[in-house]
């Protein structure tokens, strides 16, 4: 093998080195991240399940209103015709008045998951960069330049982008 320029000590180091280094990075940095995105999206479940349940307390509102309703449509059969037309209004303002706050929650809880979303992307963004930073410096046992150290993260993220995107 030392005919072909390869040093067997050496490479026999090498895959060990890397063996540890894949090792060490696989138990302080793959299995926190994966809590980290699990307990994500378990607020975010959360925050549907928010969602869902407002709705269907703005289901039962509005079965609720329905009830109310039809016994003032019935009140308001033995009333003037002028106190049936003000009744139909008020049920439109109600009904509008309700299905415009079941939105906004809906729309709410919608801001809210993508917020979350958005924050925990920039977190574990954050904290691959730290890690690959601190991994980096442990293999190649010297600091990097401030201007390296930017380019290694661009590099890096680009790299994480395009296999997010896969």
């Not at 390869?6 to 090498?14: E, F, M, V």
């Not at 039962?60 to 033995?78: G, N, S, V």
């Not at 309700?98 to 958005?118: H, S, T, W």
């Amino acid at each position: 093998m030392e005919k072909l320029g390869i040093n067997i000590t050496w490479l026999l180091a090498q895959v060990v080195n890397f063996g540890l280094l894949l090792f060490i990075l696989w138990k302080l940095a793959y299995k926190p991240v994966l809590k980290v995105m699990d307990d994500r999206k378990q607020k975010i479940q959360e925050s549907l399940d928010y969602a869902e349940n407002a709705k269907k307390q703005a289901a039962e509102q509005q079965k609720e209103f329905d009830r109310k309703l039809a016994d003032a449509r019935r009140e308001a059969q033995a009333a003037a015709t002028v106190a049936a037309q003000a009744g139909e209004k008020e049920r439109a303002v109600i009904l509008a008045q309700a299905r415009e706050d079941a939105r906004k929650m809906i729309e709410q809880a919608k801001e809210q998951i993508e917020y979350e979303r958005k924050q925990m992307l920039a977190e574990l963004r954050e904290e691959v960069v730290q890690l690959s930073l601190l991994a980096a410096e442990k293999v190649v046992s010297q600091s990097l330049d401030e201007q390296v150290h930017h380019r290694l993260i661009n590099d890096f993220l680009t790299q994480t982008d395009a296999l997010g995107k896969n």
